[in-house]
């Protein structure tokens, strides 16, 4: 397996009062050279580490972080943040989160999405979070007030609450494929033939806190009891969770903490509860930043036994996606990138549901272009880009689709699919 260059994502230490979004005057960004001795270190000290490029290191650093960089005596040299980071790079026209959605903003397009086409749409509230917001799943079939045999494919956005863009672009898929049934005779065919499930926004409290408070936040809003805030979300699924303290962090203070125990959080337990009474072929999981299609395993190095089919199937995504708009998405294995993960959802939905699944990072490729902050009219660019990998997928599990082994149905009372909603 050809190894890949990856963005690293360990996220910075947690503050229990709020940080405002729009103004962090004590954030500078630094870069160190990469050296093992200091990559190992800056995973102790859960700093920020934004990216690897050219053999440095670029951290979101705070003076604590500077302070433990000087008594280490690790040399470090100070960069201009890009122009496109929290002052002026959001719209005024929609609030302070611009063209991006609240999840207020979310949950009134989903229920206007619904009432427009009452025949392919349904929106169902499959769990509530911490702070008694209700997650989102948007279900679109040609009969979806049916629970027909057909192939079932889903695409989960927002695990990380600073990744706004990845909200977006599964909240577009939905709308596309239901503004568009009517008229287009290749999505109608996809629609008929499948029953296609988006959960846009995993992680709505951690969604709130970064538009409200914190622009950087990265988890949810668990409150840790030991003055520290969050589980990542992305590293509390139970295949392979905890397996060691590289691909997750037992700290509470680090942005890659794993809870307690695998699923102990509201938002992972209604993911597992909705694939406990459907019959998933595939998954895509959307972050930001680094325009990159990752596939299991995520914990180790070693391939896993579809890791053929998958890299494929990645290849062929990329493939679909240069064309749109001249962007190129790299491709390949998690595990064999720059760090592991471990309890993430790709993983666990190989290696307990058997399904090729992709985590797709989004644009840009690194905080030199924006990071987190995409500009609002990247917003539709992003998701036209995007759309034939979804749609590739969709066919995918069409065309592999067996009805057999189908999970057993479940009762109304017991069932993760409820419409009420608070």
């Known amino acids: 397996m ?15 009062y709020p940080l405002y979004s729009q103004s ?23 700093a920020d580490v934004l990216m690897e490029r050219k053999g440095k290191i670029y951290i979101l650093a705070r003076p604590k972080d500077l302070n433990k960089l ?19 790079s959001m719209s005024s026209q929609n609030g302070i989160n611009g063209a991006y959605h609240s999840y207020s903003e ?89 029953e296609i499930w988006i959960v846009p926004l995993v992680n709505p409290d951690g969604l709130h806190y970064s538009i409200y408070f914190y622009r950087y ?18 590293r509390n699924y139970d295949y392979k969770w905890g397996f060691d303290n590289k691909g997750s962090s037992p ?33 895509i999981s959307y972050h930001s930043y680094s325009q990159i299609i990752l596939y299991p395993w995520g914990y180790t190095t070693q391939p896993s036994p579809k890791d053929e089919m998958m890299e494929n199937m990645a290849a062929q995504m990329s493939a679909l996606m240069k064309p749109v708009s001249g962007r190129v998405y790299r491709y390949g ?11 993430d959802t790709t993983d666990w939905a190989l290696g307990d549901h058997n399904i090729p699944s992709f985590t797709i990072e989004l644009p ?15 917003i539709h660019h992003i998701f036209r880009e995007n759309l034939p990998a979804a749609l590739y997928l969709i066919r995918w599990a069409i065309q592999e689709y067996s009805p057999s082994s189908l999970p057993p149905e479940p009762s109304s009372r017991n069932s993760p699919l409820r419409k009420e909603r608070k």
Request: glycine share 4%; charged share 25%; net charge negative.
């Open 2 to 16: 050809k190894k890949i260059i990856f963005i690293l994502l360990i996220l910075s230490q947690i503050y229990p």
């Open 24 to 46: 962090t005057p004590e954030q500078k960004l630094i870069t160190v050279s990469k050296k093992k001795e200091t990559v190992e270190k800056l995973l102790q000290w859960n």
């Open 70 to 88: 000087q008594s280490n005596h690790i040399p470090y040299t100070m960069e201009k943040l890009p122009s496109s980071t929290p002052l002026g």
């Open 106 to 194: 979310l949950e009134r397009d989903l229920l206007t999405l619904e009432e427009k086409h009452p025949q392919t749409v349904k929106v169902f509230n499959i769990g509530d979070t911490l702070e008694k917001r209700n997650i989102y799943a948007l279900k679109i079939s040609d009969h979806v007030q049916m629970d027909e045999q057909e192939a079932e494919v889903i695409f989960l956005g927002c695990h990380h609450a600073r990744e706004w863009i990845s909200v977006e672009v599964p909240l577009l898929l939905g709308k596309h494929l239901a503004e568009n049934y009517s008229t287009d005779p290749q999505i109608q065919e996809i629609v008929n033939q499948s």
């Open 217 to 234: 936040w990265r988890k949810n809003r668990r409150n840790n009891e030991d003055g520290t805030y969050g589980v990542d979300l992305n």
């Open 251 to 283: 700290q509470s203070s680090s942005n890659v903490y794993r809870g307690n125990s695998p699923f102990s959080e509201p938002e992972t337990q209604s993911i597992r509860d909705l694939f406990s009474i459907k019959n998933f072929q595939a998954l």
């Open 333 to 343: 294995q998690a595990g064999a990138s720059l760090y592991l993960t471990n309890g």
């Open 364 to 378: 840009p490729v690194d905080i030199l272009h924006g990071g987190f902050f995409n500009s609002e009219e990247d």
